[in-house]
């Protein structure tokens, strides 16, 4: 089976845009890895876990909302928009570590879809993103991917070293940075606590 024929049928994920082997291949080892983590929070339900909360999802190369962000960050950025369409920078391959930038996108995708169903919450706020903020000492508002470290105290705030301190950059980039780095190097969290937090809130049956 071809790597596109296992995203689609294992994971539920749709392609669009000139996807090379390498691209899919990420994307399924990022599938995997988000997985085994899943199942590590609930033994037993990892797999359906991935199909009830990270299905469908549907992947862009590129494409128009990712050339809007990217002209008004004025660097390459991904963005997920509306709700669970992930546009990806066409160099994400390029980046440290790509399977981590697939995990973080995935985790805006899990805001939407554990938030409210009227508005995406990775926008406007009001999912999982907002109540891990709330944990971590800060208040959330405004727009949830420009608005700041929120209030959360230093103390709980992303070091430079877990990827030059993304995820104080607004609450929505503060849940996707603590998935990303639960899965990947769970050192790198700035409080140990958030492990069970995401276990309880995200990773329930
Ligand atoms: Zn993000």
Redesign the pocket.
Known sequence: MSTANLLRSEYGWKLSGAFNETHLAVLLLAAQDLSAFAEAQAPGSGEIWMRRRLAPVHFHLGGLPQWVVTRVAAHAM?VVFPRRDVWLNKNFLTLPNPRHHIV??L??VLDNRLGPKTLPAAIFGGGPADRLAREMGGAPRGMR?SNGACGIPPVNRWAESAGGGYGNHAS??YF?ETLAWAVYYPSNLPNPTMMNWLKANVFYR
């Open positions: 991904s973080h996108e985790a805006h991917y929505a980039e996707a």
